[in-house]
C-alpha cells in the first residue's frame, strides 16, 4: 500500500477543479498530481507576494500583492 502523502488542495477538490473544467473521471494518480502541480504554483506565487510585500516596506503579504505576483 503506498504511503499517503499530505497535499495543501485536497484531492476531492482537485477532483472537483478537473470535473468542473469537463473531466467526466479523474483518476487518483491525476488528482495527486494536479494537487502536487497547483501547490508549486501557490508556492511560486507566495514567495512573489512575500518579495513584493517586502520591497513596499511591509512585511504583512495583502491581496493585492497576492494578485499582482499572479500576473
Known amino acids: 500500500m503506498p504511503k499517503t502523502r499530505e497535499h495543501v488542495i485536497p484531492l476531492a477538490i482537485a477532483e472537483r477543479i478537473l ?3 469537463g ?3 479523474v483518476s487518483e494518480e491525476a488528482k495527486m498530481a494536479f ?3 497547483l501547490r508549486g504554483i501557490a ?3 507566495g514567495n512573489q507576494a512575500s518579495a513584493i510585500a ?3 516596506g511591509r ?3 495583502q491581496d493585492e500583492d497576492i494578485k499582482l505576483a499572479a500576473k
Request: hydrophobic fraction near 35%; aromatic fraction near 0%; proline fraction near 0%.
Open 19 to 21: 470535473k468542473n473544467a
Open 23 to 25: 473531466a467526466q473521471r
Open 35 to 37: 494537487s502536487d502541480v
Open 43 to 45: 508556492e511560486e506565487i
Open 54 to 56: 517586502k520591497h513596499a
Open 59 to 61: 512585511k504583512t503579504v
